[in-house]
């Protein structure tokens, strides 16, 4: 079955989930004259996925960019709680998120990033909501944004409004006493989701 941006799961939904772009104006459609986009696949990241993960991160500025082996590591230990994007067998996007061992339902979100060539058709939200609902027991999201950083800022709050939940700010702890220069940051908390989190994503063989 495919999933449009927004929409609950089913039960029994194939392991794979399928976006509907929204595209730039919001009809589900390309603009006039362009061409149909093809439809965009969610799926749990593997080993092989880092190194297209850590080429979208270097290309996307307003993410911390790690050293290769770091999405590596991620893909294998936290897949269960990551995504891809994929267009036409290629991966576009990713969210890497981690449950926090102190709560463990509440889902970390590390760094959502999306292709320059992909950007402006929903999937960056497509991704932050799909993870939602792939992680069991999700009660509440995590995320620590710069306040320079207005697209990261939009995203959390579109998707905290679309599930008709709370979006709490307040400052990041602890980034005062980092030794390298390193911008504050605020801490976004969705809590109080009303939609039911249920896991619906499989990791891929």
Known sequence: MARRIGDRPDAGEPPAAVLSDPGRDGTGRPRS???PWPPVVLR???VA???HLWRIAKECHSVDLSVSYAYLLWCRGFAR????????GAVVGFVLGHRRPDAPGVLLVWQVAVAARARGRGIAAGLVDGLIDAVELCTAVET???DDDQAMQRLFWSVAGARG???VLSPAPGTAALPDGHDAERLHRITRLRRPCSPVLHACP
């Open 81 to 88: 709680t990551s995504l891809v994007a994929e267009e036409d």
């Open 44 to 46: 749990h990241p593997t």
């Open 144 to 146: 620590s944004i710069r």
């Open 49 to 51: 996925d880092a190194g």
């Open 165 to 167: 939940a709370q979006l």
């Open 33 to 35: 004259g362009e061409a």
